[in-house]
């Protein structure tokens, strides 16, 4: 009985690996497609973060610049 109990659990977690390893290919797949809204979007966010940081710097130089 001892021994049913143990490849029952040894089972469940070999279960629960080979879930996180689909659910993560499935989450790198549709990261790193070309057409991939996950891609687009996270594009986009970095875009309008880079040129907000721009922004903020080209104030403080001029700011710097007209002392």
Known sequence: MLEKLRQRKAQSTLEYIILITAVIVIVIGLTFSPT????????????TAI??????SDKW???????
Not at 51 to 56: L, Q, R
């Open 51 to 56: 040129e907000k940081v721009g922004a903020v």
């Open 36 to 47: 991939s809204p996950f891609r687009q979007t996270l594009n986009t966010t970095l875009n």
């Open 61 to 67: 130089d001029a700011s710097i610049n007209s002392d």
